[in-house]
């Protein structure tokens, strides 16, 4: 078969470069990690603290539990299926890996650029290993060595959109890239069609209409709608020899849908609802249950609450992987990052006020209240368990102010403005104000974050675990609330808390993989060399 040729069943995709071998860049030298062809297995003893309150004193226990870890070392050939293919993201990330793979360099007006994965925490950031045997000095090693993962270039990408441009046309749509590297990718592109897809127009914003020439028939919930999509995945899987297939909805942001009793608050309640095309089930909610069915991990990159209580039970009844909500990429983690800091600089902070422009396509659906409603609601609880830590500064129940505002403005396109305001008291009853100007592409930001949840949750189906003692190992919760650094409103497990502040999330990350091959936490103590 040509390179870049459509499939004769419809279907078109990328390959080029054959599946990069899987091998290790890391060997743990310790008598509690053993490698064997197929697994790296690991024992690990996880320290805690276990705190209580006594007569008005806290009483800390030092704690230690004992952990079995199991890791898959073949990685294998994995798809990407993305669910508004032919969006700004979508078409981005594929024109993006494309370039990656094919080690490609563009002219621009600043001279030659060369296609890179910068802004991907696993493929263009370091973790501290540990320090030199001899010298002490510190060794840091790119994220994506510390155990054997799928290398994005070796991605098959394909999807759905309920607009059926081809996905170099979309490119042009989506106006993000150099139209010189543009020209070097277009010819794959475009060979790469969209799947017909799910289209409930009562979910997105009406402007959405004029695109919609790509739709799977019928307008509302159906069990005919879940087995089509079973079906694509599975044809996707089959036509490209693939081991494993990942699910991103990157399509139009979705009103929220209503929760409600007897309808989707309960896995068999929400099956029963499809099956009666109940109003109040959203297309994304469709992606997921078949995704569930499927077996295939499903992550939601829109704030819309695709995952109601009955499919987050579903995916807990099938044991399938879910992760979400709506991609962390400008605002959001510059936020996460600054309110982390003062707070923990011990700086009251008592206001955000957040204001975004943006001229896509994105912008445009948010312009209609409802889409908006569901960003306003994931923009807008992002710092509350930083306020809740520091019971010095705050009180009770007390928040700062903060208000979110997005307007669309179609001249500024894909490239988004994000103006923030914090305001602080400081000191002795003075004030700080921070203004902060963001200004760059929006798909420039999302798309490394849609590579990062890829080969993170694949990661998370090779690995297994078991309490020490037990006979069984087991994998992680459906919900991967380890995909939490890369999303705006992460969805956890139910009953657990969300950590939103930047730097735990990129700790829990870091120390979760480390903890697969054997690895204790870098604590950081090695700053005092003198003591250490
Ligand atoms: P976009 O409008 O360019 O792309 C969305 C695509 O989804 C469109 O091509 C549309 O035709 C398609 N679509 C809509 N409903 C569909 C359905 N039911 N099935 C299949 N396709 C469907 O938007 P974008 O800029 O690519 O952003 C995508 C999503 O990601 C939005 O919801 C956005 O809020 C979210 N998001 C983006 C960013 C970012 O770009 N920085 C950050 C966070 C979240």
Known sequence: MAPHAELSNGYSHIYGIPPQENKDLLEVNS???VYTDREIKSKYVYHTTAVSKSGGRYVATPKETAYDFKVERKVG????????????????????IIANRRGLT??????????????????????????????GDEINI????????????????????????????????????????????????????PLPSVYYPDFIAANQGERADNVIEGSKASMAHVEHLRSDIKNFKQSHGLDKVIVQWTANTERFADVVEGVNDT?????????????????????????????VPFINGSPQNTFVPGAIELAEKHGAFIGGDDFKSGQTKMKSALVDFMINAGLKLTSIASYNHLGNNDGLNLSSQKQFRSKEISKSNVVDDMVAANSVLYEKDEHPNHTVVIKYMPAVGDNKRALDEYYAEIFMGGHQSISMFNSCEDSLLASPLIIDLVVVAEMMTRIS??????????????????????LKAP??????????????QRSALT?????CIGLQPESDMTLEHKLF
């Open 77 to 96: 050939k994995v798809g990407l299926m993305l669910v508004g293919l032919g969006g700004n993201n979508g078409s981005t990330v594929t024109a993006s």
């Open 267 to 295: 896995a068999d309640n929400l099956m029963k609802a499809v099956e009666q095309g109940h109003a109040e089930v959203s297309p994304s909610t469709i992606f997921a249950i078949a995704c569930i069915l499927e077996g």
């Open 511 to 515: 120390n979760i993989f480390r903890a």
């Open 142 to 193: 790119p994220f994506h060595d510390v155990m054997p993962m799928l290398h994005p270039n070796d991605l098959v990408i394909g999807g759905w959109d309920i607009s059926s441009m081809n996905v170099a046309a979309a490119m042009d749509r989506a106006a993000v890239l150099e139209p010189s590297l543009k020209n070097l990718v277009r010819k794959e592109m475009a060979e790469m069609k």
């Open 31 to 33: 008598p509690n990690v």
């Open 465 to 486: 675990w078991k309490l020490e003692g037990d006979s069984e190992y087991k994998k992680f919760h459906s919900v991967l609330s380890v995909l939490s650094y890369m």
């Open 491 to 504: 969805l956890t497990p139910p009953g657990t808390p969300v950590v939103n502040a930047l730097a735990k």
């Open 106 to 135: 563009w002219d621009t007006r600043e001279g030659p650029k060369t296609a890179n994965y910068y802004g991907s925490v696993v493929m263009a950031s370091t973790m501290k290993l540990g320090n030199e045997a001899k010298t």
